[in-house]
């Protein structure tokens, strides 16, 4: 099932298997569904044209960014919190996190009354952070990866007699986000197929659990960032498997082993696992925000990244539901993606110019990529460094353009006027 993934990329090192894993059953999803009801925002799901264009597909989007902390992960956090027994609801809670069970857990627990600390790994995105510390949460940063966060955060738990909830293998966390597939199911009754991004699991098996029964023809898709593929990793070891892991823009994905829990429970659930690469993750997030006009983190552009990528050839004219499910991007990493995507669609471009050092030199070159139609962002004009011909100067330009096909025309365009241009680095 699971295609693509660098088995080099995998250790043999298990850590659980089938035998010690709690069951998971629908009716846990519909009492969850019951149970947070109230407190967790019935997201919309419409119809997207533009990116049913894009793709070629009849997609929906299940935008549970919108929830109030910007993610779908205040489903499994409300269900969780809300079984606790009281003098547990008092001492309070913990969890490790890089971020969006974090949050979720700090404002569902704050809605209750039940104190949150976090143990977020160092690389946790500023966003996250900052935003878990306004909702009331104790943040704790410790780790250099998820492993070592998660390690320290059961050591507290231990000396402070604090409840630990997993963020994607309590049974409880995965019933909770299976009351998302509940939901795509009353709001896209007749869907062909629903894509899940994939990190721990939980969701992939919660989700799977409710659409397979309720709609046993409905495909689900797992997907997940080629690095940190740990769903593949374990659908082809028969069990949960620790891999190395390398740094993704889908920060919410990187786990480095599935949970025993949602693995036994999704694995003969899901259709397929597909991967998708850092490059197509950073052009998703560009395409959702400029054409469906909605904020995405990398682990929520997975989805559309598995239907842009040509390896869901089956799924064109099908109905389709991708889970948009975290909005949480760092300011500073959305403007870098939306500038790398530009670049690789060929609508930001730089080159270096070689033009004449006469008065007018300058004057030429910018008129003739103005007539070219497109547009200057900006220019360097570097005399010291253009070489031993002295009467030739460098002009470094950085311009907009349409496509990769107009960026050639107005190369063609400056070479046919005697101006040479090569590739800056
Ligand atoms: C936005 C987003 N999408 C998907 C996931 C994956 O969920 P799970 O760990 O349950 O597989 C996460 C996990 O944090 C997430 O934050």
Redesign the pocket.
Known sequence: MADGVPSSAVANQTTSNASSAVPITFPDVQAARKRIKGSVYYSPCPHSIPLSDLTGMEIYCKLDNLQRTG???ERGASNALLQLPPDQQKRGVIAA?????AQALAYQGSLLGIPATVVMPMFAPLIKVSNCRKLGATVVMHGAHFGEAKAHAHEIAEKEGLAYID??DDPAIIAG?GTMGIEIVDQVPDLDAVIV????????AGVALAVKSLRPKAQVIAVEANNVASFSAALRAGEPTRITTQPTLAD??A?PQVGTN?FNTAKDLVDRCVLVSEEQIALSILRIVEVEKTVV?G??ATPLAACLSGQLPELAGKKVVLLL??GNIDPNVLSRVVERGLVSDGRLARFTAVISDRPGGLADLTSQIASAGASIKQVVHDRAFAGSDVSAVHVLCTVETRDHQHLAELRQRLQTHGVQTFDAR
């Open positions: 993610s779908f992960k996190s890089a971020g969006n069970h963020g994607y986000q991004p994939v990190g721990g699991g939980g969701l992939l919410g994905l786990i949602a983190e682990s929520a499910c975290g």
